[in-house]
């Protein structure tokens, strides 16, 4: 089944135009990131031209696909921190990271696209709750779009025809041992995380972690198992926001049968209180992010 197929049936009107816009962006930063200069703002390609950065890029991409969707009343980016206002007579909020994991593109790891389109028309105020839909783009050796609406989570793959081809039905995450523990530096002053931590290590639990968000989540989804933790310290504190990365993939891991929590409570339940807010996260299946609250607690 093709996306706009699935989306006819699974989608409003009105998600579904932004669903599409946002696979025609991907599309178009997955060849980029397959063809462009690696290199630096500012830096020139074989045609003498000035080059973005790869991340610019991805926001300027992600932005412009959005122009003529009428849907859209505000959109922010995590590369700029502020809502912008696409129609004021919209009726959602779209958050974006146009390229999670940038630092990752010049030694060929996966990348990924994080969304989420928020219900209310504004972020600042609300809560993960007032998410209609969220997903990601990752661009690996496949370029693959997961998303959820309101049941499971779905996985699409872009085609040589450009087209996205429906490749899982269901994403369900159910119990196993892999772990991708993240900011492991805390571990120093944060005692709980670093005993967590060795509980994973000492009851033999497969470590799996890419240093990309996206890719991370993306295995724990198709394995259908496996836990991702981000806590901090005083002196390394969280760092993961909570509007651009945390609440969309939150949502989507909880959709997928999985859980998330900030150390007491789940993702969803927080309030935005401003657009750079970051937060701790944990996610994945039930009784991995029950044992992070436990350990955490203590
Ligand atoms: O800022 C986002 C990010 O690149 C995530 O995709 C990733 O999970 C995290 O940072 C990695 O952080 P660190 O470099 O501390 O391992």
Redesign the pocket.
């Known amino acids: 089944m093709l996306l706009p197929d699935y989306l006819q049936t699974n989608s409003s009107p009105a998600i579904t135009k932004v669903i599409l816009a946002i696979s025609a962006a991907a599309k178009d930063i997955a060849h980029k990131i397959r063809t462009a200069n690696t290199g630096k703002a500012g830096s020139q390609n074989t045609f003498g031209e000035e080059q973005l950065a790869l991340d610019v890029l991805s926001d300027k991409i992600f932005f412009a696909a959005m122009q003529d969707v009428k849907e859209v009343k505000i959109a922010s980016s995590e590369e700029q921190t502020e809502e912008v206002v696409l129609n004021p007579d919209g009726e959602f909020a779209l958050s974006f990271d146009p390229l ?2 940038s ?2 593109v010049d030694v060929n790891l996966a990348v990924g696209t994080i969304f989420g389109i928020w219900g209310n028309g504004k972020i600042v105020g609300e809560s993960g709750k007032s998410l209609l839909s969220s997903g990601f783009a990752v661009y690996g050796p496949r370029t693959t779009l997961v998303f959820a609406i309101d049941t499971f989570p779905v996985e699409f793959t872009l085609q040589d025809d450009g087209s996205w081809l429906l490749t899982k039905e269901k994403l369900e995450i159910s119990e196993g041992k892999m772990f991708a523990p ?2 492991l530096r805390a571990c120093l002053e944060n005692a709980n995380y670093k005993k967590l931590v060795n509980f994973w290590i000492e009851n033999e639990y497969t470590l799996r ?1 890419s ?4 890719p ?1 989540l993306n295995q724990i989804l198709l394995k259908g198992k496996g836990v991702f933790s ?1 806590a901090g310290s005083a002196s390394h504190p969280p ?2 926001r909570l509007v651009y ?1 945390c609440a969309p993939l939150a949502r989507l891991i909880e959709k997928a049968g999985g859980a998330s929590s900030d150390g007491s409570k789940s993702i969803l339940e927080n309030t935005v209180k401003h657009l750079d807010e970051r937060i701790t996260i944990c996610v994945g299946s039930k009784e991995e992010v029950k044992r992070f609250e436990e350990f955490l607690r203590v």
Do not use: I, R
């Open positions: 999670d994991g630092s990752l993240g900011n972690y240093g990309g968000m996206v991370d981000y760092k993961l990365e």
